[in-house]
């Protein structure tokens, strides 16, 4: 059973940083292309980052460029996401994305195979 869940949200100052993990079970963590996604209220949600498989290979929207970093950890099935600088516009309900497809570097939701249930990242100004 694939199980994808994500921890690391929280409140926080604007400036301040957080770092999320995703953990991955019942799939093959370190062939999969990972990701976050994130959706603010009354919006759609949106690609933030997504990792390749070996870890070398990453792409970040431009609204997050410079402030976050995502990475993995393949012997923990881990992946995370420091996020740093925050602002009240990165408020939004973060999801973790396993097992992207399709051309490299397009964050789109319909190439996601497992979702996490989302951690809250809540920024205050």
């Known amino acids: 059973q694939v199980q994808v869940a994500e921890s690391g949200g929280g409140l926080v100052q604007t400036g301040g940083s957080l770092r999320l993990s995703c953990t991955a079970s019942?799939?093959?963590?370190?062939?999969?292309?990972m990701g976050w996604f994130r959706q603010a209220p009354g919006k759609e949600r949106e690609g933030v980052s997504c990792?390749?498989?070996?870890?070398?290979?990453?792409v970040y929207a431009d609204s997050v460029k410079g402030r976050f970093t995502i990475s993995r950890d393949n012997a923990k099935n881990t992946l995370y996401l420091q996020m740093n600088s925050l602002k009240p516009e990165d408020t939004a309900m973060y999801y973790c994305a396993a097992g992207l497809k399709g051309q490299w570097g397009l964050l789109r939701e319909a190439a996601v195979t497992y979702w996490g249930q989302g951690t809250q990242v809540t920024v205050s100004s």
């Open positions: 990792i390749s498989e070996s870890g070398r290979g990453t």
């Open positions: 019942g799939l093959p963590f370190a062939s999969y292309r």
